[in-house]
C-alpha cells in the first residue's frame, strides 16, 4: 500500500476515529471528494487540462502516486491518493489548498486556539519536526463526532523562524502537547495540512 495510506491510517488512528458529517461547515464529502471519486471524475469536474497524474513526494524520502488538480496554481492545489491505483479510484485521501474549508470550516492556517473554538473542547497535538509529527488528536469535542466515513485530519506546525533561547524539547520529537500549552502560541503554531479520507476496501486499510 501507499506509504502514504500508511500515513494516513497512522493520523486516523492519532485521531482516535473523528468521522464528520458530510454537510458540516460547506464541505462536501461527496462527488470528487467522495469515497467513489477517481481520476476520471477529477477530469470531468475540473477539466482533463488542470488534472496529472504521477508521482509525488511522500514520507521518509519516499515517492508515491497521486492525482493533482490545478498544479500549476499553489493557491487551487488539491492532491488525491487512490486506494486503487491501477484504476485510479476509490478515494483514500484529498488534501486541500490554503483559503479552501473543510469540514466544520476548518481550513489552513488556523490557530490552535481557532481549532479549539470550532472543537468546543481542548485537544492534543503530537510533537513537531519529525516525519509523522503535528497531528492533532481529538478525542471530545465537534471534530471527535463519528456521524460518517469521513475522516478529518489536521496537521500543525510551528513557525518557520529561528526561536532564539526558547526550550523547544517539550515540543519535539514522539511527545503529545495539550493544545492549552501556552507554547505553542509562542511559536506561533498553525495549520498547514488539511486532509480528509476515507478507510480503504476491507483488508487494505
Given amino acids: 500500500m501507499l506509504a502514504r495510506a500508511s500515513l494516513i491510517a497512522l493520523s486516523a488512528a492519532l485521531l482516535a476515529g473523528p468521522a464528520l458529517a458530510a454537510e458540516t461547515g460547506g464541505f462536501a464529502c461527496s462527488g470528487p471528494f ?3 471519486s477517481s481520476e476520471a471524475l477529477l477530469k470531468t469536474t475540473f477539466g482533463a487540462n488542470n488534472v496529472v497524474t504521477g508521482d509525488v513526494p511522500g514520507p521518509e524520502g519516499t515517492t508515491m502516486l497521486a492525482t493533482t488538480v490545478f498544479p500549476n496554481d499553489p493557491a487551487k492545489t488539491l492532491q488525491f491518493g487512490w486506494w486503487d491505483e491501477g484504476k485510479r479510484e476509490g478515494l483514500s485521501y484529498v488534501d486541500l489548498p490554503p483559503g479552501m474549508a473543510g469540514p466544520h470550516g476548518v481550513e489552513i492556517g488556523m490557530t490552535v486556539d481557532e481549532i479549539a473554538a470550532i472543537n468546543t473542547k481542548p485537544y492534543t ?72 479520507s476515507y478507510p480503504g476496501p476491507e483488508g487494505d486499510d
Fill in 34 to 36: 467522495g469515497p467513489d
Fill in 125 to 196: 497535538i503530537g510533537g513537531f519536526w519529525w516525519d509523522y509529527g503535528g497531528y492533532a488528536m481529538f478525542e471530545t469535542g465537534v471534530l471527535a463526532s463519528s456521524d460518517s466515513d469521513c475522516y478529518l485530519s489536521l496537521r500543525f506546525s510551528p513557525a518557520d523562524k529561528d526561536f532564539g533561547d526558547i526550550d523547544l524539547a517539550p515540543v519535539s520529537g514522539e511527545v503529545i502537547i495539550p493544545s492549552t500549552d501556552p507554547l505553542l502560541a509562542k511559536l506561533d503554531t498553525r495549520v498547514t495540512m488539511v486532509s480528509v
